[in-house]
C-alpha cells in the first residue's frame, strides 16, 4: 500500500526566504508526481508535475525534483512571498495501486511579510 | 478552457437527507475522479471513470454512495441517507488519456449535514 507523507506539517517564514519542503513515499513504482496547492477552503491548483523518468520540473519560482529510488520528492520555492501562504499537497500515481493519485496529508506554509 | 467546474460549492443537509453533487471536467478529459478530505487531511480517492466506465471504487465508498458518468462527459456524485460523518470537502478531477497526463481539480463542494 502506497504512503505518503510530508514534513514539515506546518512552517513559518519571513517573506523573501528561500524553503523546501519534503514528500515522502513507500513504493517507488511510481508513474509521475503531482505537487498542488490548496488555499483554505478552496479546491486544489496544479502547481508541477514530475515524470517519473525526470529528475526535476521548474516553473518560475518553484523547483520539484525527484528521486524515485529514495522514494522523496522536495518543492524549493524561492524569494517567498506572503502570496505563496497556502497548504502545499504532494501525490503520486503509480502502477501498484490503480489509477488514482495517493496524496500526503499536506505542509501548510505561512509566509509573514 | 474553463476548467473543473463542481456544484454547488456548498450543501448544508439534515442527516438521513439525500445529496447530489455534480462534476463537469475539463472538456475532452477521458479520466474523471471524485475524493473527499477532511480538515487538515490530504484529499482520499473514492472512485475513478474512463469516460463512462466506472473503474475503480474506494472501499471508502459505501453503499450510501453512487457516483455516475453517463455518455462520458459529467459526473455526479449521490450520498444517501446522509450521516454527520459525511461532512467534508468533496472534490472531482480530471485529466486527459495518457498515462503520465497532469490532473486538474475542481473547486470542491463543502458538504455539511447537521
Known amino acids: 500500500k502506497q504512503e505518503v507523507t510530508q514534513i514539515p506539517a506546518a512552517l513559518s517564514v519571513p517573506e523573501g526566504e528561500n524553503l523546501v519542503l519534503n514528500c515522502s513515499f513507500t513504493?517507488?513504482?511510481?508513474?509521475?508526481l503531482q505537487w498542488f496547492r490548496q488555499d483554505p477552503g478552496k479546491g486544489l491548483t496544479s502547481l508541477l508535475l514530475i515524470q517519473s523518468s525526470q529528475r526535476e520540473q521548474t516553473s518560475g519560482r518553484l523547483n520539484a525534483s525527484l528521486d524515485k529510488s529514495s522514494g522523496r520528492s522536495t518543492l524549493y520555492i524561492a524569494a517567498s512571498q506572503p502570496g505563496d501562504s497556502a497548504t502545499y499537497l504532494c501525490a503520486v500515481r503509480g502502477n501498484n495501486y490503480g489509477q488514482n493519485f495517493v496524496f500526503g496529508p499536506g505542509t501548510r506554509l505561512s509566509v509573514l511579510p | 478552457d474553463t476548467g473543473v467546474s463542481q456544484n454547488p460549492r456548498h450543501k448544508i443537509t439534515k442527516r438521513g437527507q439525500n445529496v447530489t453533487f455534480r462534476c463537469d471536467p475539463i472538456?475532452?478529459?477521458?479520466?474523471l475522479y471524485w475524493y473527499r478530505q477532511t480538515l487538515g487531511q490530504g484529499p482520499e480517492f473514492l472512485t475513478y471513470?474512463?469516460?463512462?466506465?466506472?473503474?475503480?471504487k474506494s472501499r471508502l465508498l459505501s453503499d450510501r454512495f453512487s457516483a455516475e458518468r453517463p455518455k462520458g462527459s459529467f459526473s455526479t456524485l449521490e450520498i444517501q441517507r446522509t450521516e454527520q460523518g459525511d461532512s467534508a470537502m468533496y472534490l472531482c478531477?480530471?485529466?486527459?488519456?495518457?498515462?503520465?497526463?497532469?490532473?486538474?481539480f475542481g473547486q470542491g463542494t463543502r458538504l455539511t449535514v447537521v
Open positions: 513504493d517507488s513504482a511510481i508513474y509521475n
Open positions: 478531477a480530471s485529466r486527459p488519456q495518457g498515462m503520465n497526463t497532469e490532473a486538474f
Open positions: 472538456s475532452e478529459h477521458n479520466r
Open positions: 471513470f474512463q469516460n463512462e466506465a466506472q473503474l475503480e
